[in-house]
């Protein structure tokens, strides 16, 4: 049931409801939207705001859950509404002396930028169109008004399909032998509305509706249904938006920018959102409806170009500007409109901004002294972070641009060119680069924009649906790229210079500079990796400098350590630059597939006894392992690095091709035969589930005891050198006790014998891996003996939900999305309603019996912001994630912290 | 720590510490063992028991904790109590002029016959001897002990192989010329005395100890440490007895049965252990020691005989043995020795019993008025029910016996002879029936004999090991067979009609009646199964009636429902017959394996399109499926019904072989490469974590919605025909509330369809097994949509340990229990300290929001009598198992409820 009332004017109190809802926990946005808030709030200011109301979120939850049925009193409210609507404007629905006509717009929590629907021009009928004329004496104006309305009301609100009543215009346009839409005249422009009104009939079996209330509840229920349309939920899923949320509808009255050369529409933003420059950046269009800027059909001029067109207006806008960003504490990305000579403002939200643009502006804004250090680290979202880290083009390998377009969003990506959105994402499923190129993109190419490296299109502008989406998806992007003719037909395109590319030829783009290159361009280093290595020329970047200073703030609050997961020398000492305070996960079998030692493990897999193993284990397989050891144990000196001794099933390491077997064999003194048996024998129809972990260890405990050895002779040789090695002893697949002790047992045997035949002493840990469900049921009894448990939640994830990553990822997490069975991957954001439960039993009953069990997380999740979060709140000591993802973990630890602030 | 006193005396006051036990939730055996708990309670009750004193399991504990260590303090309480028996039987111990002689005996909570060790004659030494010669005038007789304690102290104290020490008696028989151990003379056995002291001081390096004292010592040190002999661990690891409990060691003054021919020793039952007819059943042995009797290797005379050699002790016993079964309220075995005409109790203990044996006796015992209905159910362990109600020889087809032997623990057994415990164990291990075949068993067989079908000995009689432990497993056996002449080493037994019977010949045996036949004989149903089935001759055997009479009292007492596992109309009607009270778990996917369907089926899997699936599915399916499911719901009139839908993956129905690869390529239109692309493609690499159970219902709903269709067409028809048709439709392998939804949304519908269109309604219901932890932690929710949980236990065990059953139980499960990791596969009896906490949970979450939500499992654990207390307590309503094992969960559902009672 809905707590509030169903529908608010803007100049209602809103910054006293916002504080109630503050106060419960809650935002003004998640009732209102974010349009409708920002609407309300700018209205509360005093901005020039055309009237209107809001229909809260709650209301479309309602109706969604009714199976899209109005909830009981919402007509009534909104008929309400509207008739305060009318006294406030001193305008009437249905008046041909003063008519009023409304837009009717979404507006969700989180922007989601041209997913769902939109109807403007709401209200007008033949009398009003007859009573417009007579008061604006602009027919052709409120023709143009009339026919759009009706298409846009017969499309968007009674899904008949757009092109039916573009072929209206089309017929007139023919007729009138005209080619440009600006050029019909105004008798033309009403008999389309005349041949529109024939279509609506002819497809819906009614007339259109001539009431203006009836359109208004037609066109609310429709914006409340576009929320559930395709392109919403994939948008919603990409997003990680969820479906639960519900859209508000926002009802505003009308302002014409399209009423002549005194009127125009604009979008801007109060930085550059591509480098967080501090420039009012954006673009006006003259005489033109929003739509049309958007649409990126007509090529507006800069924004800074309304100084010599409305000096007026201009400067009420930037002192606008200027107060919206004070308040808001950001970014502002604004559209408004000039109706002969007045501004209006129609919207404000928080920019959308490229990775290095959000470092710049967090960090200028905080030396502005308009927000605190905390505040700046709440403005990048951690996953952003990726994109600064990613590879560029290696300037010393970039060939020359055969044409260059506009730098939408930067970065590098090189891919097979396809000209299909959903070409894109047959590509990508096959595992291939790609690079979407369009004319222009638009909501329906969303999945194929994500799947693709890059995007490049014909026309558009900075402001362009493919710019502002590349830009949120971190996606290079090049626009607006008017050098190139593209053929949909004949899959190819053709450049300036005479260059034809055809579909599956390798392009890049560098989407910092709008270059277009030929081929697939190697890559190189990002600059803030280089800089953290050290390089000084790197250094004096100034995205280089904005990194660091940022993450310096995210380092200062956060409570929670990083570690990192790495199986090499070199992984560690990226790790290392990048911020890791130690290792979480050190994987020990990828050592084993080295060409100087696979033969050595295969054959001690073939060992008919103990002894044997033992043997081979020990005088083949430890010198290596130490070698290992030693690099990464010298890399990490000082920090802790938990080892995770051998996980995989035997079977894995045993070899399938007729080479490798034939050596085997030779080795072993078996036959070829024998050991294609004994791989059988060891085969398995669950590996995942089978002999593996530390099953090994219990059953042929040489293997980790060998491993043992070597870590702490390793240790030891290092500690005689003046190194200060850190080891930590990780028993991976635990269930039970048993397990544990028996693998712990000789763990210490050897370690204290090592130590002892060294003579020196070495700090280490022994503990477990948390990755089965029982074992978070029995972790009271596991931490009796293990001095730490690191969650695998990978494993973790496969065993709550009996899923096989392999098995089900490709093959119905598609299905299980679209039927929205889950929105997001458990494997990629740690389900924390199922497998959460279980971690979090897990650190409960574990620290019950042992408060100073450390415990951590080494599972792909702890590189991913949310289950970050989710780790802070359940109170463990540290996240591990790959080298590249420690900066992020690092900045969404902050922010877990200053969300739900935790004791040091 | 130790709660209680170390060692107490058995005439302290035992009844008073029972009471303070039993307050506390223990009993007495628990700290005395069973044997020291009833010697102490026959003292008590003023029997004739000889002196001594009983050292605390607890002790035990400690001592193994502490590494086989003796607890601080223990030494002297021994020697004090020491002191208080001299002082009791006023003989002393080393006094030549009056010896105290004790036996030292291990004493477990639960009796294990024979695995654990025995010292007797324990004070002698050679001063000892000469004054027992002075006193007793028997010279032979106390060389005889002296040579006898020597050997068992040095094999059983000291670890000294006793062949060793048997050689020495060897060498004086050779050397007199006999072949008797009865005809070596006195100073023959004085000098086996001098040859063993010099084998033990040769291996041990000191001479044999002289001082009593220390021989107590290390005596009792000895019973602690042979707890963790190898066969008592695996009769442990065989009977679920666990490791933690310990033994206790009963130290008890000597008597002697063979200080001539008015002594002896014998051993008794109060009921017949074979049939549990009311006669004194056992042996006895004149001028004997009870090792004699147990060994086999003197033949005994029947019990019934002492009534003439002694009618006094005779007399005394047997009024002795009716105050004991009062007392003990149980059938009574008993050990007793006659010295020099004075009777001796040595112990007494429930008597172990045949299935048979048990149901009568618990009957009797009620109808005799010495026990109560609740008691009586409590006297019978539910897995024994499964003796009764295993097939016997089909009378028609059961061969002439060529020899016969003594009828030892009843039931028919047909298998391969093997004459080597181990062989037994490597045959069962292949899946091969086998007959183990020994001169005589002991401790070591103990593998064997529980992998071997049955058992046959040529030597021993009713009480003798391999009588006693056959009886205990329920393994048919035959002893005593005296007309068969093994060869071990040939691998070979010799008949006395000269019929030779190899190694891997088949032979059978009737352990009711001692008949051995040649052959594998074919057998029949259990006279109680004809007798359920309404046989009215099987009806009349007293078998059936004393099971039916034993079963309604546990039906009376029982609070939770028991249902069955079946898939056929036949499975149906023979587990109604055996007490269920309806069907839980329906298994749909071996249906589609008939001849009639696999086609279409395989033809269904391999459709292009969700239309031609539900075509396949309606057209060619649909007509099987609903009889399937009326032939069961007809078996099941006016029970409920749970029907799982299709739950393996889809790859697992595909063809391999050729042929069948042929036939579906023609029936599909597509090439045989094809099908065996596709297969592959469905292939993969976790089978049990991938597409399967309910992500086929939401991916492939139309096989779902088929089956449904089915369901509930068949519902309806037997409906109209008068029938009450009680479908329960079950989801499987639900992680999600979104599987649950898709699911459930298109069960009701098709179910409300098909009822409306046949015009009849049906009682039903739908609901989701609990196989996946992550289930459990989203219980609550789950619940507000199903209308009952079953456990899949199975699964739910596999995903919480993380073991695939079909690749760990095989590889390294006897790795495991030999490790101690565990004692019981958790595949056998639910792990209630890991997956149990799972059940918990989704039993409290789900009745948290649905309170009224039905609870029950039918995983195999639904017939494990250990896993139904569990179930009892948890509060689920039903379990569900295998029609066999129908009657044991309804006896173990009664002593649950016994146990700790609830609600009904």
Redesign the interface.
Known sequence: MAKYKPVYMFSDDAEALAKKLEAEGGQLKYLFGGKGANLSIMTAAGLPVPAGFTVTTEQCIEFMKAGHKFPAGLKDEILKCTKKLEKETGKKFGDPTNPLLVSVRSGARESMPGMMDTVLNLGMNDEVAAGMIELTGNERFVWDAYRRFIMMFGDVVMGVDREHFEDCLAQVKKQEGVTEDTDVSAEGLKQVVELEKEVYKSHIGKAFPTKAEDQLLEGVRAVFQSWDNDRAIAYRNLNKIPHEWGTAVNVQTMVFGNMGDDSGTGVAFTRDPATGEKILYGEYLVNAQGEDVVAGTRTPVPISDLEDIDKSCFDEFVAICGRLEKYYKDVQDMEFTIEKGKLFMLQTRNGKRTAAAALKIAVDLHDEGLITAEEAVMLVPPDQLDQVLHPQFDPKQKPEAFVTGVDASPGAAAGKVVFLAADAEAMAEKGERCLLVRHETSPEDIRGMAAAEGILTAFGGKTSHAAVVGRQMGKPCVVGCGDIEIDYKKKQFTAADGTVVKEGDFVSIDGGTGEVMLGDVALGESVIIQGLRGKKAAQSDPLYQYFTRFLSWADEIRHMGVRTNADTPEDSALAIALGAEGIGLTRTEHMFFGEDRILSFRKMILSDTAEERGKIANKELLKHQRKDFRGILKAMDGKPVIIRLLDPPLHEFLPHEKEAVAEVAEATGKTPKEIKDATVALG????????RGC?LG??FPEIYEMQVRAIFEAACDLKKKGFNPIPEVMIP?V??Q??LD?CFEYTHRVAEEVMEKKGVEVEYMIGTMI????AC??ANTLATTAQFFSFGTN?LT???????R???EG??FA??IN????QISPFETL?A???G??VEMACTRGRETNPDLELGICGEHGGDPQSVEFCHNVGLDYVSCSPLRVPIARLAAAQAQLKSPRQK
């Open positions: 398995e129809s669950n590996p995942m589930l089978g002999h099953r219990v059953t697949l269930s039970l048993g397990e028996i990755e089965l469900p029982r049921a029995v494993d496969q065993t709550a939900f009996g899923f096989s392999d098995d089900v093959k119905f299905d299980y039927k929205r069975v889950f389900d309603p199922g497998v439960v279980f």
